[in-house]
């Protein structure tokens, strides 16, 4: 018996019951209240609506479950954003969906929930997926329209979006199920196609309230704007549907029809399962931050058969770089080891930490794996570069700067799972949401932030103390204590992959058991994108 792994495994596996626990309750959504609302209406309710339009045997990837987790207490709180997505399978097609959730203030568009929305978007561009949005919204959150409105990234690049897709060839089908409102009312029109559920159904630049306020008209809204006057007289819808499930039905029967386009052409062969038990990383991965652990262990419970081809072993030891395979695909793995090692100058490296060496091999392994067309994968638990007089000297920067520009540059696709810490220019070279994946998604374990919350809370607290005796005030040793528990607190608060999740700056928490489905899901995915852009790294110092 392994205390140490048992314990391990303890703390990991409670972790993964925690966050089943958070998305239990995010999957209600708005409540039991709102939801029965919206089933005395005859609809269905969001995840019922993906649940019915996607195929039972393929797998459902949500992305920004967590959106808006913590934020908007002052009004009400908003779970998911008000709306739910993802990648899943439409009669065998791979596609986005974009589900609004009419249970969270009516669908109601958040400044969040437009952040959610185009980075639905964003994955649908970027691998030239069909998108399919179930419209149920009553427009934009008034109370916070100046958050959402006029900007580049608001609510108007939605229907730039919309119009980008259409032109180079995205597919985008939208069934209006509920409300569409105002401004929301392009986004539907701008899809290729339109369907309207009839009775539920409804679409206007503005509702009846509004005209009557601004021209005098007394119109109801079914007259004003529902599935009759759209189907049978504007011609605005292409489809009317009697209810929620013929409507689902009729987009399943379009994309069984569609055809296929040329692909990327990375490399695939018949999956097969780790060797090595996969729920072993629950007793391989400690329960500190801080503490080592071989990721070669994780690495080998990740990949298919446990075969990994490592690349200059030997060298850089502190960056794991390697080919293998995921679920049947190709991949390049770049992985930041977590053993204390030894170089062979002497010198002793920390695990997590970048070194010129390592940066060195990361770069020429990157540039090797886009130069094969092989997609890369990063495994993330990175605490940042080596500093001080003999890694300044060394030419740290220049070596994690070549780093930082072969992610930059990279023309293949990159999926990032942040497994542990995530600090600083770590976070950059180890390509972090800035860098462009495909999908990046962590583990409860995850920490997220410019740098470790003791060294920062200890900064802070300097800092504040500095400012205090500045001021003629006297600092005690209790005063410095509290202090610096209360900024810790907050620091660590700040660096849950939660806290991540509910702003965007990754995709979802998931189990580290969905790992490899995450993976292969996200590299399917980016082949449907073949690569148009040479692979440029520009100008690299030597």
């Keep these: 018996m392994n205390l140490e792994f048992n314990k ?258 990375f490399d695939r062969v018949k999956p097969s399962q780790p060797k090595f038990n996969e729920q072993d990383i629950y007793g391989i991965f400690p329960e500190n931050r801080d503490k080592p652990y071989d990721m070669k262990e994780i690495i080998k419970r990740l990949v298919d058969d446990s075969d990994f081809e490592e690349y200059k072993a030997l060298y850089g030891k502190s960056v794991i770089c390697g080919l293998a395979r995921v679920d049947g695909w190709a991949v390049g793995i770049v992985a930041n080891q977590r053993t204390v090692l030894k170089s062979k100058k002497g010198e002793m490296q920390f695990g997590g930490v970048i070194y010129s060496d390592s940066a060195d091999k990361a770069t020429r392994f990157i540039m090797n794996c886009n130069q094969k067309k092989i997609p890369l994968v990063f495994l993330q638990d990175v605490t940042g570069f080596m500093v001080g007089s003999r890694s300044e000297q060394g030419g740290i920067i220049k070596d994690g700067a070549k780093m930082v520009n072969a992610v930059a540059n990279s023309v293949v696709p990159k999926i990032t799972i942040v497994v542990g810490n995530s600090y600083g220019a770590g976070n950059y070279a180890m390509c972090g949401k800035a860098y462009d994946p495909r999908l990046i998604y962590a583990w409860p374990s995850a920490k997220i932030a410019v740098m470790g919350g003791a060294q920062a809370a200890k900064v802070l607290v300097q800092m504040q103390a500095a400012s205090m005796k500045a001021k003629g005030e006297v600092v005690t040793e209790a005063q410095e204590n509290e202090l610096l528990k209360t900024t810790t607190d907050r620091y660590d608060s700040q660096t849950t992959p939660y806290y991540a999740a509910a702003r965007l700056w990754v995709d979802g928490v998931i189990d580290p058991l969905e790992t490899r489905k995450v993976i292969s899901m996200g590299i399917e995915a980016a082949n449907h994108a073949p690569i148009e852009r040479a692979f440029n790294v520009g100008v690299i110092q030597t």
């Excluded at 969001?46 to 920004?64: C, F, N, Q, S």
């Excluded at 791979?94 to 109601?108: E, F, L, P, R, S």
């Excluded at 309207?196 to 509702?207: K, M, Y």
Aim: net charge neutral.
């Design 8 to 265: 391990n495994e303890d703390i990991n596996k409670q972790l993964v019951y925690d966050l089943k626990t958070r998305l239990k309750k995010i999957y209600l959504g708005g409540g039991e209240k709102a939801a029965a609302k919206q089933k005395g209406k005859g609809k269905m309710l969001a995840r019922e609506r993906i649940t019915y339009l996607i195929d039972k045997d393929k797998p459902w990837l949500e992305v920004g479950a967590f959106t808006a987790d913590g934020m908007y207490a002052e009004h009400g709180g908003c779970p998911s954003g008000g709306v739910v997505c993802g990648i899943g399978y439409i009669s065998g097609r791979q596609c986005v969906i974009v589900a609004n959730d009419a249970t969270v203030k009516a669908g109601a568009w958040f400044p969040i929930t437009a952040k959610k929305n185009l980075r639905a978007q964003e994955i649908a561009m970027e691998n030239r997926l069909p998108i399919i949005y179930l419209v149920d919204s009553a427009g934009v959150y008034l109370p916070l329209q100046d958050e959402i409105f006029p900007d580049k990234e608001h609510f108007g690049r939605i229907f730039r979006n919309n119009a980008w897709m259409s032109s180079n060839g995205i597919i985008q089908i939208a069934a209006i199920m509920g409300s569409c409102v105002a401004g929301g009312a392009y986004l539907p029109i701008m899809s290729d196609e339109a369907m309207i559920v009839d009775g539920t159904g409804s679409v206007f630049l503005a509702g009846s309230y509004l005209v009557k306020s601004a021209i005098g008209e007394d119109i109801d809204n079914e007259t004003l704007g529902g599935a009759t006057t759209h189907c049978e007289i504007s011609g605005v819808t292409d489809y009317k549907h009697p209810n929620d499930a013929a409507c689902l039905d009729s987009i399943r029967n379009i994309m069984s029809k569609t055809g296929h386009n040329p692909v990327a052409g």
